[in-house]
């Protein structure tokens, strides 16, 4: 059983930077993908970012050169560095772990862009 507790959200000014972190507990390997989703009010879970076993990342378009993901195998933790961010990032990001064909999800931590 895997558990997976982020932190790193918060409050922050459009253009600002927010890191967020999720550390994982449980079997878990490096060959494993991480990542995080997001939930905006009104509007569907959608995919942020990936990063998998092999190191290659996947960004949805609408994040593409303003985040990046990052995993520590020795720590089990995923990072996910925001930059340029926009009041559209406003969302709960979960912090997500593949066990094919199993999902692990976190808590959610709350990421709000507004000036």
């Known amino acids: 059983q895997v558990q997976l507790v982020e932190s790193g959200g918060g409050l922050v000014r459009p253009g600002g930077s927010l890191r967020l972190s999720c550390a994982a507990s449980?079997?878990?390997?490096?060959?494993?993908?991480m990542g995080w989703y997001r939930q905006a009010p009104g509007k569907q879970r959608e995919l942020v970012a990936r990063?998998?076993?092999?190191?290659?990342?996947y960004y949805a378009d609408s994040v593409k050169g303003r985040f990046t993901i990052s995993r520590d195998n020795a720590k089990n933790t995923v990072s996910l560095q925001m930059n340029s961010l926009k009041p559209e990032d406003t969302a709960v990001y979960y912090c997500?772990?593949?066990?094919?064909?199993?999902?692990?999800w976190g808590q959610g931590t709350q990421v709000t862009v507004s000036s």
């Open positions: 449980g079997s878990i390997s490096s060959s494993n993908a």
């Open positions: 997500y772990a593949q066990i094919y064909p199993n999902a692990y």
């Open positions: 990063i998998f076993g092999g190191g290659s990342t």
